[in-house]
């Protein structure tokens, strides 16, 4: 009985570090991942890029200088025209976490949505993805694209039609395409560019946003451009359905479990 005992004991110790060694191998590289994107976004010149994109102004003219109206701010019945980034709920933010806010919304409306790409060939959106490989091309490879999705088309059989899955955020911001990877990546450098201090959330099942410190409320807030909201945690679980298992924040020098 003790042998049987102690045997158990080893066992239960052997298949712990398998289970320890197998996370350390699904996480290293996901880590790595993301301390390398959140770095990215300390370049002078993408925050620079990305300040001369994002309409402050517009987003907040109660915050940013903005000249007189001219006849562009009218509609065609005279008008003044509506700022498509205020909304009914706008009163319950203030300062910075008003411009974040704007912001997320401005973001979601210049980026695009990619489940599959039209048929390069016919222009057909009957796409699916065939196989993945990995960067070609120099541009493949210039941006980063550690992966490219390659899809067959239903109604030319045409299998030219590529998805690079770039992971340099001066190259999403000239294609402003993809999904939640690339959404977060770019926006993680717009908030950086518009002077937020930034983090980079992994959810290790198939999400990403960013959260920004607000000094208004002395927290970290959620932020997803993909959904133009902030400050809801709960969305992806209660209105989602999702269940979120492990989630991990990165900043340039700290790696964190939130």
């Known amino acids: 009985q003790p042998?049987?005992?102690?045997?158990?004991?080893?066992?239960?110790?052997?298949?712990?570090?398998?289970?320890?060694?197998?996370?350390?191998?699904?996480?290293?590289?996901r880590i790595r991942g993301g301390m390398a994107t959140?770095?990215?976004?300390?370049?002078?010149?993408?925050?620079?890029?990305?300040?001369?994109?994002?309409?402050f102004g517009e987003?907040?003219?109660?915050?940013?200088y903005l000249p007189p109206s001219t006849e562009n701010d009218y509609n065609?019945?005279?008008?003044?025209?509506?700022?498509?980034?205020?909304?009914?709920?706008?009163?319950?933010?203030h300062g910075d976490d008003l411009l974040l806010k704007r912001l997320t919304l401005y973001f979601q409306g210049i980026m695009t949505w990619v489940n599959n790409p039209p048929c390069e060939m016919?222009?057909?959106?009957?796409?699916?993805?065939?196989?993945?490989?990995?960067?070609?091309?120099?541009?493949?490879r210039e941006g980063e694209a550690n992966r490219v999705e390659v899809y067959f088309c239903n109604m030319?059989?045409?299998?030219?039609?590529t998805f690079p899955r770039y992971n340099n955020p001066m190259k999403l911001l000239e294609t402003k395409r993809g999904r939640c990877g690339e959404y977060a990546n770019l926006f993680g450098a717009f908030c950086r560019s518009a002077g937020f201090e930034t983090r980079y959330i992994l959810d290790l099942t198939d999400h990403v946003w960013v959260e920004v410190w607000s000094n208004e409320t002395g927290r970290w807030i959620?932020?997803?451009?993909?959904?133009?909201?902030?400050?809801e945690p709960s969305m992806y679980e209660k209105g989602w359905g999702k269940q979120l298992c492990y989630n991990l924040a990165f900043t340039v020098d700290s790696v964190a479990d939130v």
């Open 38 to 55: 959140v770095k990215k976004w300390e370049s002078e010149d993408l925050l620079s890029a990305c300040r001369k994109e994002i309409p």
């Open 59 to 64: 987003l907040c003219p109660e915050q940013f």
């Open 3 to 29: 042998l049987s005992i102690y045997l158990s004991i080893i066992l239960i110790r052997l298949s712990t570090k398998s289970h320890w060694r197998t996370m350390s191998e699904t996480l290293t590289p």
């Open 156 to 161: 030319c059989n045409a299998e030219t039609t």
């Open 222 to 231: 959620m932020a997803d451009g993909c959904e133009g909201k902030i400050d």
């Open 122 to 140: 016919c222009g057909s959106d009957q796409t699916k993805c065939r196989l993945t490989r990995g960067p070609l091309t120099p541009e493949e």
């Open 76 to 93: 065609s019945d005279g008008k003044m025209r509506e700022n498509p980034y205020f909304r009914s709920d706008d009163e319950k933010y």
